[in-house]
């Protein structure tokens, strides 16, 4: 894998009866320069011809289905059937802009590990989002930053690009796993870009913020519903720094070494990219009401986490990649002493003060 000059890149684009969208997405991602290597389009059971448009309007562009439901696997999929150098993350509806995927390889070459977009940056905006979304999002992004030790300006944007290498830290699940009988397995369905955002920080990556514009939708409605989704997120939030403080109670750390460095092997096959056992929600994860178009059914309620990061190595230092750095701060506390049954955190504060919960930590 190819991590400086001219990375080769894989542009993933869910998707769910889309089509007509697709029209005018398809060929403006093809339009970008430098080219992008490949266009993968991954289709959620469409009933529109989504399929068949893609193929219509950008016959080169592969298109797949998702081999289970949910955003989250349709993402899985198409990470997997990436060959690129670097993934963006590209949602179908035409709210992301084509032309900002040079800025965020620019930040992955420059030195980020994952580059994500804001749409609150400098630079950045947006013209469909109401006050209502706005301070809901910010309210998230607060909540966090306090967990996990981040400077995000913009939790709930699923613009984002990283390099391909690191979809064994992402841990999830195996596209080729079977469907449970009932529920989704954690992490297919709409929480993936939560959980994303989550696991990079935890994992200690150098992240960047890219400026975004988003657009409004081009043709449909929007699928988002802001109470049901943010309390989705929230949800999601704490489920994710549980599972962060189990890896760092299981001696794992909060820092994961950063594939390719010395003495850290590259990542293998595909097949390794992604958690080699299922695993579901637990009684922290989004409830069965939190359903979206690519959501046919509700969660799960039984599963177990997946295998933890690797052992740490070293502490990495943050450089800046351009755009805006957001650098990394000490969220966790050191396990508790052995033989312990739990330890209990002290009150937390985060920089403006506010008081947050979630003290106690698991043995």
Not at 186 to 214: K, M, Q
Not at 269 to 287: C, H, I, K, T, V
Request: hydrophobic share 40%; glycine share 12%.
């Amino acid at each position: 894998m190819q991590r400086s000059g001219n990375p080769r890149v894989s542009v993933v684009v869910p998707t769910r009866n889309e089509a007509r969208n697709l029209e005018v997405v398809l060929p403006a991602i093809a339009a970008v320069r430098p080219a992008v290597h490949e266009i993968i389009v991954v289709d959620g059971h469409s009933v529109d011809g989504s399929v068949e448009t893609a193929q219509r309007v950008l016959p080169w562009a592969k298109a797949i289905s998702q081999t289970r439901r949910g955003k989250g696997n349709a993402m899985a999929c198409g990470f997997a059937a990436a060959t690129g150098d670097v993934i963006v993350m590209f949602d179908a509806d035409g709210s992301a802009d084509p032309a900002e995927i040079p800025a965020f390889v620019s930040a992955l070459v420059a030195g980020a590990d994952f580059a994500k977009g804001s749409r609150f940056a400098p630079g950045g905006g947006s013209d469909d989002i109401t006050l209502l979304r706005r301070t809901g999002n910010a309210g998230l992004n607060g909540v966090a930053n306090a967990l996990f030790g981040t400077s995000y300006t913009d939790l709930c944007y699923g613009y984002n690009a990283f390099w391909a290498d690191l979809l064994p830290l992402l841990d999830l699940p195996d596209p080729q796993t079977p469907a449970p009988a009932e529920g989704m397995l954690w992490g297919d369905g709409f929480e993936i870009e939560t959980v994303l955002n989550c696991r990079v920080a935890a994992a200690g990556l150098r992240i960047t913020e890219v400026p975004s514009v988003e657009r409004q939708r081009i043709f449909g409605r929007t699928n988002l519903r802001t109470f049901t989704d943010g309390t989705r997120v929230l949800r999601t939030l704490a489920a994710e720094r549980r599972r962060a403080i189990r890896h760092r109670a299981a001696g794992a750390g909060r820092l994961a070494p950063r594939l390719g460095a010395v003495g850290v092997p590259a990542a293998g096959p595909r097949d390794r990219a992604f958690g080699s056992e299922s695993y579901g929600l637990d009684a922290s994860g989004p409830d069965a009401s939190g359903r979206g178009p690519h959501d046919a059914g509700p969660y799960g309620s039984d599963g177990s986490d997946a295998a933890g990061y690797p052992a740490e190595l070293d502490d990495p230092a943050f450089t800046p990649a351009g755009g805006i750095p957001v650098t990394p701060r000490e969220p966790l506390d050191a396990a508790g002493e052995t033989g312990a049954t739990r330890s209990v955190r002290p009150a937390n504060r985060d920089r403006s003060g506010v008081r947050y919960a979630l003290e106690e930590e698991p043995s």
